[in-house]
């Protein structure tokens, strides 16, 4: 089936550090893919999306790629805040009515100054 | 804004208690969802409805039963609750697949369930 597979955290930087955090898919299809974040005491938020191939998502500084090639969609961000202390889940739409998006486990990042 | 609501934040339950947690969203979305958050497991989904008295089992059903009775509505009932039911449960709703953007997810801000 598909499936949505992060790299492990807690993954723990300096302000104003690079940031990449991995995620593979394995899915038919055409699916889309998301990269969601959850606050401290917050529910899940969307972050950023892609819809296809090659389509770059974009917000806040955050970055990812849909990569079909190589079946990724990793996160990167150029230089880190403290406030972007969070959980973050790459997720996919298999995009067939009646289905559910697919998330990864999660990845918490924690910024220091 | 969208805005999706859960009826509380903090919930403590006994054992063998019948729990009721609802969630309500404003955006007239065809989707909900029920998730729980557990360390280290992520997000489960438990059931997901897309439609007015329609639901469908997720990946951890077990423990659990939803009614959906209007569009706006889900809930999430478990029967008869255990300890190991303990956990953050976050609603979640969207439009349907192939609607623009595609299957986004809004999720609510959480309830964190006690089971003692």
């Known amino acids: 089936g598909n499936s949505v597979t992060q790299m492990e955290g807690p993954v723990t930087l300096s302000e104003e550090a690079f940031l990449t955090i991995n995620c593979t898919y394995t899915a038919t299809g055409y699916p889309s893919l998301f990269w969601y974040v959850q606050y401290p005491g917050e529910g899940l938020q969307l972050l950023l999306k892609a819809t296809k191939a090659d389509d770059k998502g974009s917000n806040k500084g955050f970055e990812a790629t849909y990569r079909k090639e190589t079946t990724s969609f990793h996160l990167e961000k150029g230089s880190v805040q403290v406030s972007d202390s969070a959980v973050y889940f790459c997720a996919l739409s298999e995009n067939q009515a009646g289905t559910a998006l697919i998330f990864g486990k999660g990845t918490t990042l924690s910024v220091s100054s | 804004d969208v805005k999706v609501t859960q009826s509380s934040r903090y919930l403590v339950k006994r054992t063998g208690e019948k729990v009721f947690l609802e969630c309500v969203q404003d955006?007239?979305?065809?989707?909900m969802f029920w998730y729980r958050q557990d360390p280290g497991l992520g997000l489960r989904l438990i059931y997901f409805s897309y439609d007015v008295k329609m639901k469908e089992k997720g990946d951890i059903p077990e423990g659990y039963s939803v009614s959906r009775e209007k569009k706006e509505r889900f809930s999430l009932i478990l029967e008869s609750a255990s300890t190991n039911q303990t956990s953050m449960y976050l609603c979640?709703?969207?439009?349907?697949?192939?609607?623009?953007?595609?299957?986004?997810?809004?999720f609510g801000p959480g309830t964190r369930l006690t089971v003692l």
């Open positions: 979640a709703s969207s439009l349907p697949p192939l609607a623009v953007p595609p299957d986004t997810q809004y």
């Open positions: 955006m007239d979305h065809e989707n």
